[in-house]
């Protein structure tokens, strides 16, 4: 039982343009979504995160949009460029201290230059 | 430096075998933690341990276990590896449990033939 999905395996954007990656969950008793960026052979490293209590966070060209009603967060990419090229993935965490992550499958993105 | 490190990059071995990964992070954080990425490329949560107490265990075979010598070291010894433990294993660590960004280690991609 997948609690965390991304859709979409893979996505190309051209240089300068959005990039959107969506996310769904189903575990309404997540309170906390993050987003890591992943390289080939390296270890994902975070992006950016927003609390359930927020709708909208912004950090530079990045944004994170969360629609709980619909149980869905998307991510922005503003505006896309090459060295963006990565796998990303979505991650959520119940409330509760442990630290317990749940990740999506990833969405590999390709900003052609 | 490297902020969490993981050794070996890349494990080869036999059905059968037992193996030991281990993990290393100069950060100073309290909490670490123990992913598996699959075939299909979920990253799921294995175990985390904080100030050396475990506090994740999630149903993973009992043929993995975790070891914490101290804060800055988690390591992970595989016992009769069996074909399906192929995959790349993922250390990471962060500051308290909670809401706290994980630093991820470059994984350590294993493979039983």
């Known amino acids: 039982d997948q609690q965390v999905k991304q859709n979409s395996p893979s996505l190309s954007v051209q240089e300068g343009r959005i990039s959107i990656l969506n996310c769904d969950y189903t575990?309404?008793?997540?309170?906390?979504f993050l987003w890591y960026k992943k390289y080939p052979a390296e270890g994902p490293t975070f992006l950016i995160s927003?609390?359930?209590?927020?709708d909208k966070n912004e950090d530079g060209r990045f944004t994170v949009f969360l629609n709980k009603s619909a149980k869905h967060l998307s991510l922005h990419i503003v505006p896309s460029q090459p060295g963006d090229s990565a796998v990303y993935f979505c991650?959520?965490?119940?409330?509760?201290?442990?630290?317990?992550?749940?990740f999506g499958q990833g969405t590999t993105l390709q900003v052609k230059p | 430096d490297t902020a969490v490190s993981q050794t070996p990059k890349y494990l080869v071995t036999q059905m059968g075998n037992d193996k030991s990964i281990k993990c290393e992070q100069n950060?100073?954080?309290?909490?670490m933690y123990w992913y598996k990425q699959d075939s299909k490329k979920f990253l799921k949560i294995m175990f985390s341990?904080?100030?050396?107490?475990?506090?994740i265990n999630e149903t993973v075979p009992n043929r993995f276990s975790p070891k914490s010598p101290d804060k800055a070291h988690l390591n992970l010894h595989i016992n009769s590896l069996e074909l399906g433990d192929s995959a790349v294993y993922f250390c990471?660590?962060?500051?308290?449990?909670?809401?706290?960004?994980?630093?991820f280690g470059p994984g350590t991609r294993l493979l039983v033939l």
């Open positions: 991650a959520a965490k119940s409330s509760g201290n442990t630290g317990k992550l749940i």
């Open positions: 950060l100073g954080h309290d909490t």
């Open positions: 341990y904080n100030n050396k107490e475990l506090i």
């Open positions: 927003i609390s359930s209590i927020k």
């Open positions: 575990n309404s008793m997540f309170d906390y």
């Open positions: 990471a660590s962060s500051r308290r449990t909670g809401r706290e960004t994980q630093y």
